[in-house]
């Protein structure tokens, strides 16, 4: 079965500076997607970035990276220049590549930006 | 507004009450989902629907629990006799099959 694995219940980063969050997969397709979503307290999940098993190049999307590790099944988020409105919670999550598509996410990490 | 909503946002109940919750997708969106989040956890998938076809539903989806897409459109989640274990955050989402989800705000649920 598909998991994803958040090891970081909490993390806190200075504001302009840079923060990777942790997600680690397990898997035993040879193709699948990886996405990330930000959670603010208002509940909505926000579509952040997406990276499929085949793409050669890491995603990168704005502000937004992902450092995608295949053989060591890591993809973590880079948040570069973090902002106060980063606060909020971040989830990965994986795609199943049944018919379904639907989206298997971890616990979750909470960032907090201090000014 | 052109993205998912959700109506109620919030719902409080007693239990043994019924509840009803209204997910209205991205209107060329032909798949519907449906997700229940439980406080300090991540969203865990209940069903999914293709258009007004309801093709998959978790093992988490109790008998209590239904789920309409009536003219593949907007979307119900109702569930009978509601528990206190059914108190959550119930998240919609719609997609073009394949492609990334796009969430609602979400209804949060609190059961007495």
């Known amino acids: 079965a598909q998991k994803i694995t958040q090891t970081q219940p909490g993390m806190f980063v200075q504001e302009k500076e840079a923060v990777t969050l942790d997600c680690t997969y397990d898997?035993?397709?040879?193709?699948?997607?990886l996405f990330w979503y930000k959670q603010p307290s208002s509940g909505e999940m926000i579509f952040l970035i997406y990276q499929g098993s085949y793409d050669e190049q890491n995603a990168t999307e704005g502000r937004y990276s992902l450092n995608f590790q295949k053989a060591r099944k890591s993809a973590n988020l880079v948040i570069s220049a973090s902002q106060l409105g980063d606060s909020a919670m971040y989830f990965c999550?994986?795609?199943?590549?049944?018919?379904?598509?639907?989206?298997?996410f971890g616990s979750g990490t909470r960032l907090l930006v201090r000014p | 507004d052109t993205g998912v909503s959700q109506n109620p946002r919030h719902k409080i109940t007693k239990r043994g009450q019924n509840v009803t919750f209204r997910c209205d997708p991205i209107?060329?969106?032909?798949?519907l989902y449906w997700y229940r989040q439980t406080l300090g956890q991540g969203p865990e998938f209940l069903t999914y629907?293709?258009?007004?076809?309801?093709?998959?539903k978790s093992r988490l989806l109790s008998d209590r629990f239904s789920a309409e897409r009536p003219k593949g459109s907007f979307s119900t989640l109702e569930i009978q006799r509601t528990e206190q274990g059914d108190s959550a955050m119930y998240l919609c989402?719609?997609?073009?099959?394949?492609?990334?989800?796009?969430f609602g705000p979400g209804t949060r649920l609190t059961v007495l």
């Open positions: 898997t035993s397709d040879q193709s699948y997607g």
């Open positions: 629907f293709q258009n007004e076809a309801q093709l998959e």
């Open positions: 209107s060329e969106h032909n798949r």
């Open positions: 999550a994986m795609r199943e590549m049944d018919s379904s598509y639907k989206l298997i």
């Open positions: 989402a719609s997609s073009l099959a394949g492609y990334e989800q796009f």
